[in-house]
């Protein structure tokens, strides 16, 4: 009995979709992941604004540092973009110096993450108690400052961190952050993988794109995702007016 001779890897394969079965796992994959993320973020929604007890976003969010890593995480998508356009071009060695970057950002992500963590960790509340009831204290400050401007204290400076047991505020963005970070870090282990399966011999090829294709898929991802996650928790959680 005659077989139909199997199709090059990297080309679409005869199926009732159209798509390769690995591509179509992968956006089944990715929808359930909108999902998960879906959940989690509704969670946040949901509990948002209802903690006893600082600190709060507006407390302890800086930003112009969380820009910065936001920025950094788009740029790579485009490099990633610049990856694969060099590899069905070709040209190997463009594709290694792009898909490198990609990881090396995607690295960099990850550090301004670790480093925003530490620092939500160990927030610290400053002020002078002359500023209690001028407008010139958040919310938490003015918490602090009722309980601890007593018996002749003119200034109060104290280590009140934010960690997931702090609030609900913490659970939920630590959460959330975390379960980001975490695919983050699994599509870092992808790139780079791929990276050193280039220099194999028939590794990754211009006829052999599919393995870059879904890193690809799942990198643009997770960029779409954190869009998602900055604007509602940090630009939301700063900006209420937003």
Known sequence: MAHAPAAPHGEHEPTTTGLNHRKLLMWAFLGSDCMFFGTLIATYLVYKGESLSGPLPIDVFDIPVTSVSTFVLLMSSMSMVLAYAALTRGNLKTFRVWLLSTA???????????????????????????????????????????????????????????????????????????????????????????????????????????????????????????????????????????
Not at 136 to 164: H, N, S, Y
Request: aromatic fraction near 18%; proline fraction near 1%.
């Open 104 to 242: 090396i950002m995607g690295m960099t992500f990850i550090a301004f993450q670790v480093f925003e963590f530490r620092t939500f960790a160990n927030h610290e509340v400053h002020f002078e108690c002359s500023e209690m009831g001028t407008g010139q204290l958040t919310e938490f400050e003015e918490q602090v400052a009722a309980d601890k401007c007593v018996d002749g204290v003119t200034e109060v400076e104290e280590k009140i961190g934010l960690t997931p047991k702090t609030n609900l505020f913490g659970t939920t963005f630590f959460v959330l952050t975390g379960f980001h970070g975490a695919h983050v870090t699994l599509g870092i282990v992808w790139l780079m993988s791929l990276f050193w399966y280039s220099f194999r011999r028939g590794g990754v090829t211009a006829e052999r794109n599919l393995d870059v294709d879904l890193a690809a898929l799942y990198w643009h991802f997770v960029d779409i995702v954190w869009i998602v996650i900055f604007t509602v928790v940090y630009l939301f959680g700063v900006f209420e007016g937003f």
